[in-house]
């Protein structure tokens, strides 16, 4: 912990002295114009905010701190065995814009696990909940349902000062995304199973742990393919709706777990996290509609074009910033190749992958016809036997933790300050609209 203090806390000087910098020699620059449409259509592309963990490129994807994720998962320490590179990892070069050497990789994930434990009450407000309650409805409550020991708002009550309101950030931030998997499990054995939670296993790494405690498979591949889906979406900049939502929350100094909270209510919308259940949903209905034939290229373009003819959408293609294939889903793609060519579903997977783009191609209005994630992930969960659709968005928040959290904890280093831009009506609008 304190090397990873240290670290931060270097690394939040230069930048600090950045921001300074840019304020009293850059400050009245201008670096974009807002359109009409963009003031309408959610600011899309808009320049306005600062997010220092990573950088979403239309055409590479996401890099975490300047690494694209080829770079992360060949150059993150791995678990003994594994291939792919560890979340946790992933987790300390957002928070440090290092890459940790395996001993500092060790000596953080076991960081999280002295973190761990979930106060009973978390448990007990959780059982109050009707067991249909959706599961991330739960993970947002859990969050809530924690905030009391936010020692983010303790010090803050107590007068703490600016200058450490990053420190105390990053234990609230600890402490949260190491409590995330034990929440998260337990969500899934109440609400699916027996509601009993397989023993924590502090000798795992942070991913292999959550997904023995899920209790679906004890496969190794399993806990390689949950590290591999926990690192690959930790973090996706600051615009998307629950990193900007937990943004704005965290900008008021709301503590962490508030912050959470919220980002969880924007991360369950069916435009965002809730895509992945959205496609497998999609994905099991095609299979079903195929009625056994082996999906190929052409069925599925026969299929793809009658869904586009009848004005659906079809889940899992097109993206509101890429505009090439996402490299996640290519990780995910190698993985499947590797581990489970013959599994039926992955068949499908495949077969859209060769069909759809063309299909969306031809359509002529999607800005992007290539395949996002959620067009993949889904697939291998079903395969490890983690197949309960409601719940794939609770694993995309588990990972989603890390980078939010560590987006925290720099908007506290850098001193950002609360949020506030400016909306008009639509008459102001047209107003300035006609003035041009
Ligand atoms: N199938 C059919 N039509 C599509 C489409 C798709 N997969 N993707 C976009 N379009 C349509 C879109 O509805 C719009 O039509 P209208 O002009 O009639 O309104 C048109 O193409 C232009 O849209 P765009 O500019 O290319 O996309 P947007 O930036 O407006 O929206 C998405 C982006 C992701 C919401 C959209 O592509 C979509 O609905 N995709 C399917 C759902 C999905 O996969 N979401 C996952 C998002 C994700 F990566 C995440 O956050 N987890």
């Not at 409805?137 to 020692?151: E, F, G, I, R």
């Not at 450490?164 to 234990?171: N, P, S």
């Not at 209510?265 to 259940?277: E, F, I, K, V």
Request: proline letters at 5%.
């Amino acid at each position: 912990l304190v090397a990873l203090k240290g670290k931060i806390a270097k690394l939040a000087k230069e930048k600090s002295a950045q921001k300074a910098d840019l304020l009293k020699n850059n400050a009245d620059v201008v670096i974009g114009e807002v359109s009409v449409e963009q003031c309408i259509n959610g600011g899309r592309s808009v320049k306005m905010m600062v997010t220092e963990t990573s950088d979403l490129d239309a055409n590479t994807g996401i890099s975490y701190r300047g690494k694209s994720l080829y770079e992360c998962n060949k150059e993150l320490p791995k678990a003994p065995g594994g291939e792919v590179a560890l979340p946790e990892a992933a987790f300390w070069l957002l928070l440090t814009g290092e890459v940790p050497t395996d001993a500092e990789c060790r000596a953080f994930t076991e960081e999280l696990h002295r973190r761990s434990a979930v106060p009973q009450s978390v448990f007990a407000t959780l059982a109050t909940l009707p067991k249909d309650t959706h599961p991330m409805t739960q993970l947002s409550v859990a969050m809530l349902a924690m905030q009391p020991d936010s020692k983010f708002a303790h010090k803050y009550d107590q007068g703490m000062k600016k200058g450490e309101y990053w420190e105390v950030a990053l234990e609230d931030a600890l402490d949260l995304v190491a409590k995330m998997p034990v929440v998260a499990a337990q969500i899934y054995r109440s609400t699916f199973k027996d509601g009993k939670l397989p023993a924590y296993n502090a000798k795992l790494d942070w991913a292999a742990n959550y997904a023995q405690m899920l209790g679906v498979n004890s496969d190794e591949k399993f806990k390689e393919v949950t590290r591999l889906y926990l690192m690959l979406h930790a973090d996706h900049e600051g615009g998307n709706v629950s990193a900007h939502t937990a943004h704005l929350v965290g900008s008021a100094l709301s503590d962490p777990y508030y912050a959470w909270a919220a980002g969880l209510c924007g991360l369950a919308g069916p435009l965002h996290g809730l895509a992945n259940q959205e496609c497998i949903s999609w994905l099991l209905e095609a299979q079903k509609d195929l009625g056994g034939q082996k999906p190929t290229k052409e069925l599925l373009t026969a299929y793809a074009e009658k869904m586009l003819a009848s004005g659906k959408v079809i889940p899992g293609f097109g993206h509101a910033v890429l505009r090439n294939t996402d490299p996640r889903y290519m990780l995910e793609r190698e993985f499947a190749l590797k581990n489970c060519p013959d599994d039926p579903l992955f068949q499908l997977v495949d077969a859209c992958y060769q069909a759809i783009p063309a299909v969306l191609e031809k359509g002529g209005k999607v800005k992007n016809p290539f395949p996002n994630v959620d067009a993949h992930s889904g697939q291998l969960m079903h395969f490890y036997n983690l197949k309960e659709q409601n719940y794939y968005t609770v694993v995309f928040a588990v990972s989603r933790a890390m980078g939010v959290m560590a987006q925290y904890v720099w908007a506290r280093a850098v001193g950002l300050p609360i949020e506030r831009p400016k909306s008009v009506p639509l008459d102001v609008l047209a107003k300035l609209a006609n003035k041009k």
